[in-house]
């Protein structure tokens, strides 16, 4: 206890002593962008260039996907292009820290997600921004259900024949992530936690990165998204044995929840919303909010829906309530793991 009461302590000195040089950097650029400009960046002159959307994971990945889709149904709404800019890496750190540095005007954005902005902040000691200081909400897009896939050469016809398996040899069953500490991996230890069972980790920079070693057998199971693995399963090239989610995917109907599959209470909703820089001023945040529930209009909602995403859309202040009742959860989830000893 004493020794995540000093880890605790230390990240949270990290964090100010990063946050105090952050603060000064950004206020020295939005101080040379009022004088520069005769004024501070107001809503009625936003955007007047085009809009960069950081996405943390690599290209061709699920949140890829769905970025550029939000992306290109923001354009008419913006009357900007929107630039899909990815920046994988450390479960989305790196593509956050780089949002985090830029100037608070509205025009980077962050695609952010469960690790970027929950997760990381209880795990990694070394996170280079604050979540919550550094970052400001600008709406909860969507929810996205992710599965536990193998190959369709895999042994392991069902949740129970791979934990059957890894129960029989330890370690000998290898699971993927997108970066260690991550909501992936949470999610992976948390369930071997109550399978009583102990498997390997390997982490990606995202989910087509890990797709080669996945159909060559070099990892034995994968944590992907049914919109990365439509096409595959479409394909006869990959099984799903379940859904992390707390309820059925409206995708794949006939594919059972974890907590069906003899774990009650197990649930590892994932979901993906906007974020700006902290100083970002209130009516940019708040015309693009307006810009954000508009691109979800019917027709991307039923794209979304087919790639087995959750459309949601909320206010700032819906969304930054949200996010306190995730960090009380996720929190109390990763210490029930142990990943952090």
């Not at 002593?17 to 206020?27: K, M």
């Not at 057998?217 to 992907?224: E, F, L, Q, T």
């Not at 306190?324 to 210490?335: A, G, H, K, L």
Request: hydrophobic share 45%; glycine share 8%.
């Amino acid at each position: 206890m004493a020794a995540k009461q000093d880890y605790r302590a230390i990240q949270r000195r990290s964090s100010e002593t990063d946050a105090g040089r952050r603060t000064l950097l950004r206020g020295a650029a939005a101080a040379a962008a009022f004088f520069g400009t005769g004024g501070m960046v107001r809503a009625a002159d936003f955007p007047s260039k085009p809009v960069r959307l950081v996405v943390p994971f690599s290209a061709g990945g699920a949140t890829d996907i769905l970025g550029r889709l939000l992306g290109q149904a923001m354009e008419p709404h913006l009357k900007q292009t929107v630039v899909v800019d990815n920046r994988p890496g450390a479960s989305g750190a790196i593509g956050a820290s780089n949002v985090v540095q830029s100037p608070p005007d509205g025009y980077s954005i962050l695609m952010g997600g469960v690790g970027s902005n929950i997760v990381l902040a209880y795990t990694m000691p070394t996170l280079a921004y604050d979540p919550v200081k550094d970052l400001l909400p600008v709406a909860h897009v969507c929810n996205v259900d992710y599965v536990l896939a193998v190959a369709a050469n895999s042994p392991f016809q069902t949740l129970d024949d791979l934990l059957a398996a890894a129960r029989k040899a330890p370690k000998s069953i290898s699971y993927m992530s997108t970066g260690p500490l991550g909501p992936l991996h949470v999610a992976m230890e948390y369930l071997s936690k109550q399978a009583d069972v102990s498997m390997v980790h390997v982490p990606y920079a995202g989910e087509a990165p890990a797709l080669p070693d996945l159909m060559t057998g070099r990892i034995d199971v994968a944590v992907m998204t049914i919109a990365f693995t439509k096409p595959l399963v479409a394909d006869g090239r990959v099984r799903l044995l379940a859904t992390i989610s707390g309820e059925r995917a409206a995708a794949r109907p006939e594919l059972p929840t974890v907590a069906e599959l003899g774990f009650p209470g197990y649930a590892v909703p994932i979901w993906n919303g906007f974020f700006v820089p902290a100083g970002t001023p209130a009516d940019v945040i708040a015309k693009l909010n307006q810009v954000a529930l508009a691109a979800l209009d019917q027709p991307v909602r039923e794209r979304m829906i087919g790639l087995g995403v959750t459309p949601t859309g909320t206010s700032p202040q819906e969304y930054a309530d949200f996010l306190n009742r995730e960090r009380e959860r996720w929190s109390t989830m990763i210490r029930e793991t142990g990943v952090l000893a």
